[in-house]
C-alpha cells in the first residue's frame, strides 16, 4: 500500500524586502481540493466493499503515534505543503512559513487572509483510523498516513471547524456547509479505502445519505 510522496515542485523566488527575506511561490489557481477524490459512483461501489465493523482498541491511541507534521521539500513540512498547495497568491519566508495568501475552507466556504486562521484536517482523523485498523500498523505505515499527500486525507480548512469535528466519523459530524457532503463523503470513502481501514454500520449509513445528495 505504498505510494510515493511527492514534495511541491513550484519554484521559489528570493525577494529582498526591507524587514525580512521572503520567498514568493509561484501557484496556479488554488483548487482547495486535494487530489484523487472519486466520483460518487465509484465511492458508492467502494463503500459495498468495506468491511463493517466495531471500532476497537480505542484506549490505547496517542497522538504521537502518528509522526507528523514531516518535511516533504527542502524546509518545507507537511502542513505548509498543504497551506501552498491549496492556497492563493501564498508568499513564505525562508522556513517555508506562510506569511501572507488566501486560503478558502470548503468545509464552511470561509476565505483566510491569515495561515494561523487554517488547521490541516485529517479527512480520516488519526484517532478514527486508530480504532479502524491503524492500531496493527507500522509506524513507518502510521507515518505515510499522517502525511498523506497522494490522496483526499489533508484538507486546509478553518481551525475552530477543524476543532469542532475533532475524531468524529460522518455519523456524528458534517462540515456546516451542508453542499459540500458529497465531496466529504466521497473523500472519506476513498481514504477508509485506499487504507483498507473498516468502518461502523452508523458511518456507513450517514455515507450512503451523504452520497445520496450528490
Known sequence: MKRVVT??????????????????????????TPPNIPSAATAASRLATLTVAAETNQSSYSRSLFNHWITISGSCNT??????????????????AAVSGRWYSPFDGATWTAAS????????????AWRSGAYAWTSAQRQEYANDLGGPELWAVTDNVNQAKGDQDPSTWRPPLASFN??????WIQVKYYWKLTLQSSEKSALQSMLASC
Open 7 to 32: 514534495g511541491i515542485s513550484a519554484a521559489l523566488t528570493p525577494i529582498l524586502l526591507t524587514v525580512s527575506l521572503t520567498v514568493s511561490l509561484t501557484t496556479g489557481a488554488a483548487s482547495a
Open 117 to 128: 486562521d487554517v488547521d490541516i484536517d485529517h479527512m480520516v482523523p488519526l484517532a478514527e
Open 182 to 187: 458529497c465531496t466529504y463523503a466521497r473523500a
Open 79 to 96: 502542513r505548509e505543503t498543504v497551506l501552498k498547495r491549496d492556497g492563493t497568491g501564498v508568499v513564505v519566508d525562508s522556513g517555508c
